[in-house]
T-cell receptor, first 112, second 115 residues
Framework: KNEVEQSPQNLTAQEGEFITINCSYSVGISALHWLQQHPGGGIVSLFMLSSGKKKHGRLIATINIQEKHSSLHITASHPRDSAVYICAVRLGEETSGSRLTFGEGTQLTVNP | GAVVSQHPSRVICKSGTSVKIECRSLDFQATTMFWYRQFPKQSLMLMATSNEGSKATYEQGVEKDKFLINHASLTLSTLTVTSAHPEDSSFYIC???????????FGPGTRLLVL
């Protein structure tokens, strides 16, 4: 069992739809990241969360520490949102050498 | 957000040659830089973690003599793939963070093809 699991693996939506991507993890973490990887490969850091909720434009990220679960929501989705969305967690205590553990990613395709 | 650059973005080389990839944090000083490798349709795999001025910490299974990492300054880390072979062909991504507890920013990646 992966320490970080994402669902769904693939998601196809119509432009304008509300989208939710889920991430569950199995152990204590110090932080959770949501990343976006476009077809060219470049990765953009969308959010870093340790509690609560963050919003940036049409993107909202929430985390429930007790349930070890996070969600990434996209409102009014657009074809340019098509990308792979990756959940990554920093396991355990934050130290200078602690590393991110990545989920498998969710391939999102938004059709016009 | 902060910007991390990588150079080159793409490189094709012959088997047996060495390739150097640069990673720079453009608008912040990065105490820690990370090097990842990603194969098609797979997740990022951490290769090594480097802190400025000290030796890199390599993940199990990553040959430190093959993948040389230098983090000589707070804004520059280099990864040198020595005596590259076709199986080293991959997408290499660096990441940097200012300090522990802060966001990790990712570079655009370098696609390496070894013929």
């Amino acid at each position: 069992k992966n320490e970080v699991e994402q669902s769904p693996q693939n998601l196809t939506a119509q432009e304008g739809e509300f989208i939710t991507i889920n991430c569950s993890y199995s152990v204590g973490i110090s932080a959770l990241h949501w990343l976006q990887q476009h077809p060219g490969g470049g990765i953009v850091s969308l959010f870093m969360l340790s509690s609560g909720k963050k919003k940036h434009g049409r993107l909202i990220a929430t985390i429930n520490i007790q349930e070890k679960h996070s969600s990434l929501h996209i409102t009014a989705s657009h074809p340019r949102d098509s990308a792979v969305y990756i959940c990554a967690v920093r396991l355990g205590e934050e130290t200078s050498g602690s590393r991110l553990t990545f989920g498998e990613g969710t391939q999102l395709t938004v059709n016009p | 957000g902060a910007v991390v650059s990588q150079h080159p973005s793409r490189v094709i080389c012959k088997s047996g040659t060495s390739v150097k990839i640069e990673c720079r944090s453009l608008d912040f000083q990065a105490t820690t830089m990370f090097w990842y490798r990603q194969f098609p349709k797979q997740s990022l795999m951490l290769m090594a973690t480097s802190n400025e001025g000290s030796k890199a910490t390599y993940e199990q299974g990553v040959e430190k003599d093959k993948f040389l990492i230098n983090h000589a300054s707070l804004t520059l880390s280099t990864l040198t793939v020595t005596s590259a072979h076709p199986e080293d062909s991959s997408f290499y991504i660096c990441s940097a963070r200012r300090d522990r507890g802060e966001t990790q920013y990712f570079g655009p990646g370098t696609r390496l093809l070894v013929l």
